[in-house]
C-alpha cells in the first residue's frame, strides 16, 4: 500500500496475504473490496474513510433510513447483508455487541474463506470465544478502536476519526494473515496505531481507561441532575465539569451493553478506583494537606503521561513459515508494553512489523 495525499492504493497488503493464502489452497487477489456492516458512528467512519480512500466498498445498516441516507451521500448501500457483503475480502462488523455473534455467523456464512472478517466492539473475550467456537479464528479477527464521540449515527461519522487513534486487534496462532491484512490496512487507511494484545488483557486495560470512566461520568452528571441545585451547577458548568461528564451523552444503551459485556472486569477495576477514591476522601476528611497534595501530584504525573510517553522505534522481521507462537508472543509484547505497529508489510516470505514501543535505545526489538 502506498498513500498519496488522502488516497490510498490498497492493493498490496491484502493482495499479499491472499497471495499467502494461495500457497494453502487458493484464493482471489487485486484489489480488496471492503463491506461495513452496521453503519453508526464508528461504521459510518470507517465507511467514509474507505470510501475517501477510493476503495470499493459498500455499507449495510439494519435501519432502513440509515440505508437511504447512505444512498443520498452516494455510497453504495444495497437492500440485503448479503448483497453487500458477496464477494468481499474484509468485511468489518460494527453493529451493537449484543448483535455481533449473529452478525457473525450470518457474515462468514455468506463470504468465501478467504474473506477477512473484524469487529470493532468494545469488549473483545465475548466475541473472540465464541468465534473460536464456531471455528472462525483463521478468518475473524477481533479488533476494537479506541475512538469515538458521544454522538451517535452515520450522519455523525466523521472520516478523520481514527487517525492518530488506537486500533486494537487480537492476533492468534492461526490467524496471522488476516491480522497482518488488516494491521496493514488500518495503518496506511486509516493512519491509526495498531495494538495487539489478547482478548483478555484489552477487556482489563479497557476497563480502566474507558468503562469506568463512563460510571463516573453518569455518576457525577446524575447525582447533578438529582441535585436541589441542579440549574444553578448547569450555570456554573465549566470544563472540568463538562469534560468530566461528557461521556455521559452517549447513548444509554450502547453505555449499558458495554458495561455488561465487561462486567466482571469493571466491577474489578471500579474496586481500585473506589480505594482511591476513598484515600482521597479520607486525606479531605483528617484536613491532610500534605497526603492530598502526594495524591494529586502522583495522579498529575500520570495525566501528563498520556501524551508525553517516550517511546523509541522498533523493526521486526519474521518468516511466514515461521513458528507462529512466537510471532504472536512478539506481538502481544508490542501492546501489553504501550506500543504499537506503526507497519505491517509482507514481501515473499518476510514480514516486516515496525512501531513505536518504550524499551532500552540499544534493543531494536
Not at 80 to 94: P, Q, Y
Not at 136 to 161: C, I, N
Not at 164 to 169: G, N, Q, S, T
Not at 190 to 209: N, R
Request: aromatic content about 4%; hydrophobic content about 40%; proline content about 6%.
Amino acid at each position: 500500500m502506498t498513500y498519496e495525499r488522502g488516497r490510498v492504493e490498497l492493493s498490496h497488503q491484502v493482495d499479499q496475504s491472499h497471495q499467502d493464502g494461495a500457497a494453502r489452497g487458493g484464493g482471489p487477489t487485486g484489489a480488496p473490496r471492503v463491506a461495513v456492516v452496521g453503519t453508526g458512528l464508528i461504521g459510518g467512519s470507517i465507511l467514509l474513510r474507505l470510501h475517501e480512500a477510493g476503495a470499493q466498498v459498500t455499507g449495510w445498516d439494519p435501519d432502513g433510513e440509515t440505508r437511504a441516507e447512505g444512498r443520498r451521500r452516494g455510497l453504495a448501500f444495497p437492500e440485503e447483508l448479503s448483497d453487500a457483503v458477496r464477494d468481499r475480502d474484509v468485511v468489518f462488523l460494527c453493529g451493537p455487541l449484543p448483535s455481533l455473534p449473529e452478525t457473525l455467523l450470518a457474515v462468514a456464512g455468506q463470504t468465501g474463506d478467504r474473506c477477512v472478517v473484524t469487529d470493532v466492539g468494545s469488549t473483545k473475550m465475548s466475541v473472540a470465544g465464541f468465534a473460536a467456537e464456531h471455528g472462525l479464528t483463521d478468518r475473524f479477527v477481533p479488533g476494537h478502536p479506541m475512538a469515538g464521540t458521544e454522538r451517535a449515527g452515520l450522519t455523525s461519522a466523521l472520516p478523520g476519526l481514527f487517525a492518530d487513534a488506537a486500533w486494537v486487534l487480537c492476533p492468534s496462532a492461526d490467524g496471522l494473515v488476516p491480522f497482518r491484512s488488516l494491521a496493514g490496512l488500518l495503518v496506511e487507511v486509516f493512519h491509526a496505531h495498531v495494538v495487539p494484545m489478547s482478548p483478555t488483557v484489552h477487556d482489563s486495560v479497557v476497563a480502566l481507561s474507558s468503562h469506568v470512566p463512563h460510571l463516573l461520568a453518569g455518576s457525577l452528571a446524575g447525582a447533578a441532575a438529582d441535585s436541589v441545585v441542579r440549574d444553578a451547577v448547569l450555570g456554573l458548568a465549566a470544563g472540568s465539569f463538562r469534560d468530566g461528564t461528557r461521556v455521559a451523552a452517549t447513548p444509554a444503551r450502547r453505555t449499558a451493553d458495554m458495561l455488561l459485556h465487561n462486567r466482571e472486569q469493571v466491577l474489578r477495576q471500579l474496586d481500585e478506583v473506589r480505594s482511591a477514591l476513598d484515600g482521597l476522601a479520607s486525606a479531605l476528611r483528617d484536613g491532610d494537606l500534605p497526603a492530598l497534595v502526594a495524591r494529586y501530584e502522583r495522579a498529575g504525573a500520570l495525566r501528563l503521561a498520556v501524551p508525553d510517553r517516550a517511546l523509541r522505534p522498533f523493526r521486526r522481521q519474521v518468516g511466514t513459515g515461521g513458528e507462529p507462537a512466537d510471532e504472536v508472543a512478539f506481538l502481544l509484547a508490542v501492546g501489553e508494553s504501550g506500543g504499537y505497529l506503526t507497519g505491517c508489510e509482507v514481501a515473499g516470505e518476510t514480514v516486516t512489523y515496525t512501531g513505536l514501543r518504550p524499551g532500552d535505545p540499544g534493543n531494536p526489538a
